[in-house]
């Protein structure tokens, strides 16, 4: 399945990417608060599989196809099966108790970036703030702002100590995450600021949705790449992981308890702005495009 953010509201996405407006369906057992899907995630996920990818339940067509816009969300009664406005889907996880960020975990990152790989995952977070959503406008900052496409894990079910055999059990899905980077401040002091410089407004877009990993063939295998009007900056695959997820997630749990609804962003690989020649940065009226397959895109424009 896959769950979204729908004008602030809790929603599922049907087959035909229309929503089903998750308060509604469920008579107010879930929703409207997307944050709402977390209380209980295996409780949700029980609900929203029993009642069946495309259930937007029976009527769309006596509802007529002109008493509601395009992408209205579906109710009980005023049902439509057009696709959502991707512009009315906000972060999926808007408000989450714990963001993790894995620096340096793709090999060929790790090499343009000059790091060796350590022993733990470089961790920082990227203050909730900074987050926004697939389809979205970001005021540039002064500085030099850079892109880094990543894998975004959404953890459904806590826990600290998780092994890594047990893992993927505490995944609600997977979505994509630009993990947008101001490179002047992040490097210019003596320690470098990767949670500051990677939290301004808007520099946490993640989206469209989340993706259960039911609907995936192989979630650590995933085709990942992002370009610049057009232009492909980065192009890998999420098999690439010098830690892949299992690992995060048992290495980040050995030290912090992992809640329900917590984002990690699991690295990005090579290609970034800044280790280009000449070094290149996102300007005023540029669109980046970030992609994961199976997962989703995100459109980011820049003022
Ligand atoms: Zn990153």
Redesign the pocket.
């Known amino acids: 399945m896959r769950v979204a953010n729908l004008d602030g509201r809790l929603a599922l996405i049907t087959g035909d990417g229309a929503a089903v407006d998750v308060a509604d369906a469920s008579g107010g057992l879930f929703g409207p608060d997307p944050m709402s899907a977390f209380g209980d995630w295996a409780r949700f996920a029980a609900w929203a599989t029993a009642r069946g990818p495309d259930d937007a339940g029976a009527g769309d067509d006596a509802a007529g196809a002109d008493d509601a816009g395009a992408g209205d969300v579906v109710t009980g009664r005023h049902e439509h099966r057009a696709p959502v406005d991707p512009a009315r889907l906000g972060p999926p996880i808007p408000r989450p108790a714990q963001i993790f960020?894995?620096?340096v975990n793709y090999r060929e990152h790790a090499d343009e970036a000059g790091y060796p790989p350590d022993s733990m995952p470089v961790t920082f977070t990227k203050f909730a703030s900074s987050l926004t959503g697939p389809d979205a406008t970001v005021d540039l900052p002064e500085g030099h702002v850079d892109w880094?496409v990543?894998l975004v894990v959404v953890i459904g079910t806590g826990g600290h100590h998780i092994r890594r055999d047990d893992a993927w059990d505490h995944v609600a899905g997977l979505t994509v995450g630009q993990?947008l980077?101001e490179r002047v401040a992040q490097l210019e002091g003596t320690k470098p600021q990767f949670s500051l410089a990677?939290s301004h407004p808007g520099f946490s877009p993640t989206g469209p949705w989340i993706v259960t990993l039911d609907e995936i063939d192989d979630p650590s295998d995933l085709a990942i790449s992002c370009a610049v009007d057009g232009d492909t900056m980065q192009d890998s695959r999420t098999s690439r992981m010098i830690y892949d997820i299992p690992e995060l997630i048992a290495r980040l749990s050995a030290v912090v308890t992992l809640l329900p609804g917590d984002l990690i962003?699991t690295?990005?690989p090579s290609g970034i702005g800044n280790r280009r020649t000449p070094p290149r940065f996102l300007r005023s009226g540029e669109t980046l495009t970030s992609a994961i397959e199976s997962v989703g895109t995100l459109t980011t424009r820049f003022r």
């Open positions: 960020a894995i620096g880094e990543e993990d980077s990677k962003f690295g990005t």
